[in-house]
């Protein structure tokens, strides 16, 4: 008779987690998308344009998709009146894409999209969050870095980070971009002012975060 409970059981109980976690996500989207007259991608399109404007070709590498599949959902959000393309104020030949401000107002309706996660995850304790966004980010990052994932604009790759440098257990991290403590439970997944980290920095940083080096300084 097979091992009920095999020793990989709990790895693959949690990968059949996250797989019911995206499943409703992914339902949630199309309900949404189609009550509002859009596409999941093009509301993902919104929901990342809500935090600053950006390349074509930077929205693509951030969702995961061909620059031709964001170009058409692009268009069709422009024909809808949602999104204009500006000239880039770095590089006069290429454009940004940003909001409309009728987009303004659908990418917050959009943004509210995934709300419904949050009654069940306020079932979880204080703690068992801070520990569940630890896990979701020590995750994220490996699949960033094979390249299994879109970037995410996250604390732990962040130049302004400065992990485990304060003394308070409730706020031992650093963020020098606004120059304050913060604790687990304010690591961002996606942050607007979040600027990538050297790849020498980031690697130190890492291992300053997961508790594998002596602490850094502030500054
Ligand atoms: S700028 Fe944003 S991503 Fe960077 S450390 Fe501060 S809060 Fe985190």
Redesign the pocket.
């Known amino acids: 008779m097979a091992e009920p409970f095999a020793a990989d059981s709990a790895g693959r109980q949690v990968m059949t987690g996250l797989a019911k976690l995206g499943i409703a996500l992914k339902s949630r989207a199309w309900q949404e998308a189609g009550a509002q007259g859009l596409t999941p991608t093009q509301g993902q399109l919104l929901a990342l344009l809500r935090l600053r404007r950006r390349r074509v070709s930077d929205l693509a590498e951030e969702l995961g998709i061909t620059a031709a599949t964001a170009s058409d959902a692009i268009g069709a959000l422009v024909a809808k009146g949602l999104v204009a393309k500006v000239r880039s104020p770095q590089d006069g030949r290429s454009h940004l894409v940003e909001l409309t401000p009728a987009g303004v107002r659908e990418a917050d309706r959009v943004a509210g999209w995934p709300d419904f996660l949050l009654d069940a995850v306020d079932v979880l304790s204080p703690a068992e969050q801070a520990a569940l966004l630890r896990a979701l980010l020590k995750m994220i990052r490996v699949l960033q870095e094979r390249r299994q994932i879109p970037v995410a ?3 732990v790759s ?1 130049r ?2 400065r992990p485990n440098v304060h003394p308070d257990p409730e706020r031992p991290h650093h ?1 020098t ?2 120059d304050a403590p913060f604790g687990d439970r304010q690591l ?1 997944l996606e ?1 607007p ?2 600027e990538p980290a050297p790849v020498e920095q980031a690697e130190r940083l890492w291992a300053a975060f997961a508790g594998s080096a002596a602490l850094l300084e502030v500054h």
Do not use: A, E, I, L
């Open positions: 604009r996250m604390c962040c302004f980070f963020c971009f606004v961002r942050c002012d979040q």
